[in-house]
């Protein structure tokens, strides 16, 4: 006897959580290497990708439910 509810299967709001969540730590690693890391130039372009995964995890939430 097996029914949809038996399996644990990831549907595509649960995928897209997990993307958020890891691009979220994503973006959190790059500003914080920015940051503390590195004191010059290249500091600047770590925070703005980091910036720039946070955006993305933004979108990727606001997805959840309308895909």
Known sequence: MKDKESKKMMNKNTVLGWATLI???MGILLICLGAFRYNDVAGWGFVAVG???????WVFNALKGRV
């Open 51 to 57: 910036i720039g995964f946070f955006a993305n995890a």
């Open 23 to 25: 691009m979220l730590l």
